[in-house]
């Protein structure tokens, strides 16, 4: 059986370097753009927490099916093409942490404006608990990654993602179906609806640098699965010795 | 039900099973428990109109079986 074990400088790619730089200066714009934006009639200054909590929570419904859509791609792949499995097996864990990560930071900014705003931490509405159910998939399947038995946790994590998806347009739709606390949608929620024109650069240019900032961090936690990988089969193989000889020990 | 069985075939030759179920089940089923209980509340009080709730866990049920059914011969021959 080949393997590809590659001679690696351990170093990112130039091109990921280039991006990466692009990211910060995209974020640093950003931040301008949101400091800078008219001042919110009622809320006053309150509101900047807004450029941040829309972006990230929108984008985490967005990882959610890039990590349902590398979990089908997994199972399809699973007895055709072990190579390719893997790598959306590695790609599924990436783009979970990052939803992870990202629907952490969107309850927390949510948590903190809900406190300035409307003098509470958190109601239980539908929007808010869809989002915290949102959260707790994701937390729970990292948990079953870390938790399964070796041989199954890519199966069994690629079925939940697919379960974990459901709850992802729920969760979306929840300020369109019911009347919560929570504001309606900003983009497409009807005539009463939505933000001031002002303030959509602000929006759209902070949407970009989390975006681009969600991407590298997943490229980066996919090369480092990947990685893991190459490590795990070159030692279940023995060209690398035995795990234990090398001074090398995986801390489980 | 339908994910209670799934779920238990799921974590059943896993490492650490018992941490593994509840962890698992308890946010898919949220949905279902929230639905009963609103609209218990709804019929019990008579201050809201259950046809909402009623309506999710209709969509739930089918949703979530139609799911299981299709992913349970993955889960039975996982290795």
Redesign the interface.
């Known amino acids: 059986m080949v393997t590809n074990i590659r001679k690696s400088s351990g170093t990112m790619p130039k091109w990921a370097l280039a991006w990466f730089a692009l990211t910060l200066v995209m974020l640093a714009f950003g931040f301008y753009k949101a400091m800078t934006a008219p001042t919110e009639a009622t809320m006053g200054n309150l509101y900047r927490v807004f450029f941040y909590h829309l972006p990230h929570t929108i984008l985490s419904f967005v990882f959610p099916y890039l990590n349902c859509g590398a979990s089908l791609l997994y ?1 399809f792949w699973r007895n055709r093409n072990v190579e390719r499995a893997a790598g959306a097996d590695a790609f599924a864990l990436a783009s979970a942490e990052v939803t992870v990560l990202y629907s952490t930071v969107g309850l927390a900014t949510g948590m903190l404006w809900g406190r300035a705003a409307w003098g509470i931490w958190w109601a239980w509405d539908a929007r808010m ?2 989002y915290l ?1 949102l959260w ?2 994701y937390v ?1 399947y990292l ?2 990654r870390r ?3 070796a ?2 946790t890519a ?2 994590s690629a ?2 993602a ?3 998806a ?2 992802v347009p ?1 969760c979306f739709m929840s300020i369109r ?2 009347r919560t606390q929570h504001p309606a949608a900003v983009f497409g929620g009807g005539a009463d609806s939505g933000i001031d024109p002002s303030m959509v650069p602000a929006v759209l240019w902070n949407m970009l640098a989390w975006a681009m900032w969600g991407a590298f961090v997943l490229g980066l936690r996919y090369a480092i699965e990947r990685r893991r990988q190459r490590q795990a089969n070159a030692y279940a193989l023995g060209f690398l010795g035995d795990e234990g000889s090398s001074g090398f020990q995986e801390t489980r | 039900m339908v994910n209670g069985t799934f779920f238990a075939a ?2 059943l ?4 099973r018992e ?2 179920l509840p ?2 089940l ?3 089923s ?2 279902a428990l ?1 639905a009963m209980i609103q609209a218990t509340t709804s019929v019990l009080t008579g201050e809201f109109e259950p046809t ?1 709730w009623i309506k999710v866990l209709v969509a739930y049920v089918i ?2 079986t139609i ?1 299981c059914v299709l ?1 349970f011969e ?2 039975l021959t ?2």
């Open positions: 199972l608990t869809t159910l707790l998939l729970s948990l079953v938790f399964s038995a041989g199954q199966v069994i079925v939940l697919i379960f974990a459901i709850d729920i179906w019911w | 799921l974590s030759r896993s490492r650490n941490t593994l962890l698992v308890l946010p898919i949220i949905p929230l909402l949703v979530f799911a992913l993955t889960i996982a290795d």
